[in-house]
């Protein structure tokens, strides 16, 4: 599994469609996606489907497509005083993001390992952590204590 | 002990807590009874009568009311109450006075460190003598001094009914920093309680333990302080000898103990001690003594299948039977009745909650335990023995209610879904999750589940089965979670139809 933290990146465009491209923009380039239509096309199927918000600045897109490569989970905070402003409707200070992209035939490590982000991810001072904490704090959550 | 600590830390675990808690939670959480829960929320509630902070219901707990909260905050958190109350003063008094007994103390030596009236302290001792007399204890005064006289027996007694307090729900509790009790006595005790656990090759549980614990470390209190005053008639008498030879290896592990007290306490004890401490050892269940069913007395037996019968007169309880009910019962009831014989009461720390999740059970258990005194000829069964069956009983009406079994979806069967699993498994451990489930699956899975009661999904989806679909948001808001527990109910009441 590819765990990346991209730490107040230069995304030009704040909106929620533009960001999402340039997330598989940035994927396709680091050779973890086949296509970014694809991709981009399932994440926001599923962000038609219901919200995607787990904390109040936090959003989980996430997807599972033929179109990835090998199962990802990236990590994006966005620069200070930077938000997406049109996630939904309602929530419109979204400045932190936990991608999960899974391919067709993800490995059962990879489910595993995921399943168990997760878990750790239930705990209030987890989620805390990743809704405010420092880039060492997220590191730290991602390749440590997650695993 | 109610505290300020324990105050803000209530208030904090509601805050970060949606919906009902039970008692046994917040017990837990915080290391006191469930009893001291619910004394420490009527106290957070006093602040505000009428529109109450925390509210309570019978069978669920409690739960935060956030309006009220916020319009009383201020209150809560500037409140102060680490004043000693007139009950912890008297409490205090009746302490030093029992420990001493017969001994006479200077009653302004007594009263002096609390700084209060001449007509406060006359309350006081009319409260006390009232008190003092449930135990067949005289309060005297004369000439400046107060005492107690009465039979040693009702002052070790009386003195385990003012030190374990229903706070208390282990051993440790009495090596705290903040208990007012002899520390090294109190570790001397606690390293007999280990000896005799591994003489037995075996652990004394909970409620047992803490009444070992204050037996021994009363009768060091007592012998420290009043040794030589201790009355010469505290002697065997004829009838209470019998029934020590029953079991040879408890003796002898009761006379060590004695041996090991005559020494630490530099003064021969007399025999009855041992004699009292066998009838504490017998009276405790210990945890790998497991009732033989081929083995059991008759009385044991018919005391045992009495008590089920009576309590499945109640219709809504006639199907509570079986032989893992009748083990545990009779496991309770074996010491239980030994106590019984002997006059040896056990706290019930959890008492309280017991009554206010299962109020019906415990009545019902109640009144058949009256029967079987009557049909047996046994002392009365207090409410605390009461409580410990309606447990039994809980443990086999909860067994007895099918489980609510959920699926959970989303697009992937990963992602949000595994982050509501967590969730849902933390916050509704009544609920069985049969599986996580991408969208496109569900179908399939539904047909291969027919066990499956409702589906909580991440997203909304086409409903094409009888199964319900609960939409929630990937946050799992206190309103996601409140229609969860709506729809739970409502599946729980077409079960029972």
């Not at chain 1, 918000?53 to 966005?78: C, M, Y």
């Not at chain 2, 509601?14 to 017990?27: A, K, T, V």
């Not at chain 2, 219901?57 to 109450?81: D, V």
């Not at chain 2, 029934?243 to 630490?264: A, M, Q, T, W």
């Amino acid at each position: 599994m590819k765990k990346i933290i991209l730490w107040e990146p230069t995304f030009i465009n704040t909106k929620k469609k533009e960001l999402i491209n340039d997330v598989v923009d940035y994927l396709l380039k680091k050779n973890l996606i086949y296509s970014c239509d694809e991709v981009a096309k399932a994440i926001n199927y599923r962000e038609s489907l219901n919200s995607t918000i787990i904390a109040h600045n936090l959003a989980a897109p996430h997807a599972k497509s033929g179109a990835i490569r090998q199962t990802i989970l990236l990590f994006i905070k966005l620069k200070e005083g930077e938000f997406v402003t049109d996630w939904t409707e309602n929530d419109k200070s979204i400045d932190r993001f936990i991608f999960t992209l899974i391919p067709e035939k993800c490995s059962l490590n990879d489910l595993q390992a995921l399943k168990n982000f997760y878990i750790h991810l239930s705990k209030n001072n987890v989620m805390q952590l990743f809704c405010r904490g420092k880039k060492d704090e997220i590191r730290k959550l991602l390749w440590d204590e997650g695993d | 002990m109610i505290t300020e600590y324990n105050k803000k830390t209530l208030i904090k675990y509601f805050l970060n807590h949606r919906g009902f808690i039970s008692g046994f939670e917040l017990s837990a959480y915080l290391g006191v009874s469930t009893k001291t829960i619910s004394r420490t929320i009527k106290k957070i509630n006093e602040k505000s009568m009428d529109s109450p902070i925390i509210e309570s219901k019978r069978g669920k707990g409690y739960r935060l009311n956030y309006q009220n909260y916020m319009s009383k905050e201020g209150i809560i958190e500037n409140n102060n109450s680490n004043e000693l109350t007139s009950v912890e003063r008297r409490n205090e008094i009746v302490k030093q006075l029992l420990i001493s007994s017969p001994q006479k103390q200077n009653i302004n030596s007594v009263f002096g460190r609390f700084y209060i009236s001449e007509s406060l302290v006359s309350v006081d001792l009319r409260i006390l003598r009232r008190m003092l007399l449930r135990y067949h204890l005289k309060l005297k005064r004369s000439n400046g001094y107060i005492w107690i006289e009465g039979e040693e027996v009702n002052i070790r007694k009386t003195i385990t009914d003012l030190l374990v307090t229903d706070d208390v729900t282990s051993v440790n509790y009495f090596l705290q920093t903040n208990q007012q009790i002899q520390k090294q006595d109190a570790s001397f005790v606690t390293r007999q309680i280990n000896l005799i656990e591994n003489s037995m090759k075996t652990e004394i549980p909970y409620p047992y333990n803490v009444n070992l614990f204050s037996h021994i470390y009363i009768l060091i209190e007592r012998y420290h302080n009043a040794g030589s005053l201790i009355s010469d008639d505290y002697k065997l008498k004829p009838s209470e000898g019998k029934g020590v030879e029953r079991d040879p290896h408890f003796l002898s592990i009761c006379k060590k103990i004695i041996d090991n007290l005559n020494i630490y306490l530099n003064f021969k004890l007399p025999c009855v001690e041992t004699y009292y401490l066998y009838q504490y050892l017998s009276s405790s269940r210990v945890l790998d003594e497991q009732v033989d069913i081929k083995e059991i007395s008759d009385k044991l037996k018919h005391v045992t299948l009495f008590l089920m019968k009576e309590v499945s007169r109640n219709p809504k309880y006639q199907n509570l039977k079986g032989k893992s009910l009748f083990i545990n019962l009779a496991n309770h009831i074996k010491p239980m009745l030994k106590r019984l014989e002997n006059n040896i009461k056990v706290k019930n720390s959890l008492l309280e909650q017991i009554i206010l999740e299962y109020p019906e059970l415990f009545r019902t258990v109640k009144r058949a335990t009256l029967n079987v005194s009557n049909e047996f000829h046994l002392k009365k069964i207090n409410d605390e023995e009461v409580g410990f069956l309606t447990v039994y009983f809980a443990q086999s009406l909860e067994n007895l209610r099918p489980p609510i079994n959920i699926l959970i979806v989303c697009t992937t069967g990963f992602g949000t879904a595994q982050l509501l699993k967590a969730k849902i498994k933390k916050r509704f451990s009544e609920l069985n999750i049969v599986n996580l489930v991408a969208s496109h699956d569900l179908n399939d899975v539904l047909d291969s589940n027919p066990e499956v009661n409702l589906v909580v999904s991440t997203i909304n989806i086409e409903n094409v089965s009888p199964v319900p679909i609960l939409v929630v948001s990937a946050m799992f808001t206190m309103e996601d979670q409140r229609l969860l527990e709506k729809k739970v109910d409502s599946i729980r009441k077409e079960m029972m139809i």
